[in-house]
Nanobody, 123 residues
Framework: VQLQAYGGGLVQAGGFLTLSCSASGLTFTRYVMGWFRQAPGKEREFVSAISNYGGSTWNADSVKGRFTISRDNAKKTVYVQMNSLKSEDTAVYYC?????????????????WGQGTLVTVSS
């Protein structure tokens, strides 16, 4: 199983960015997909998750109304559209896959992880 996250970069505060995560080696629709992030000196935290066919999404309070998670099962790809970015959104963003039917904010509930992509928001 391989999860490849990409799309990170440097963006100004108030700007937007879309991250993508391509999956291979798994039956994509059997997995809830999630995004987590880890800022320098902080623990990894939950960002968003989406159910197997996209019918349900879960978002951390810190990103509600700003981030939107989506997935394309035909492409085996999950996305997170990030708007109104703030300096506190600066982190390495990881995608993760959970062999279940509901999302979870607990990183240990996820079975596979991507390598991470860095998002830097300048103020």
């Amino acid at each position: 199983v391989q999860l490849q996250a990409y799309g990170g970069g440097l963006v100004q505060a108030g700007g937007f960015l879309t991250l993508s995560c391509s999956a291979s080696g798994l039956t994509f629709t059997r997995y809830v997909m999630g995004w987590f992030r880890q800022a320098p000196g902080k623990e990894r935290e939950f960002v968003s998750a989406i159910s197997n066919y996209g019918g349900s999404t879960w978002n951390a309070d810190s990103v509600k109304g700003r981030f939107t998670i989506s997935r394309d099962n035909a492409k085996k790809t999950v996305y997170v559209q990030m708007n109104s970015l703030k300096s506190e959104d600066t982190a390495v963003y990881y995608c993760a896959a959970r062999r279940w039917t509901s999302g979870s904010p607990i990183s240990d509930d996820y079975d596979y992880w991507g390598q991470g992509t860095l998002v830097t928001v300048s103020s």
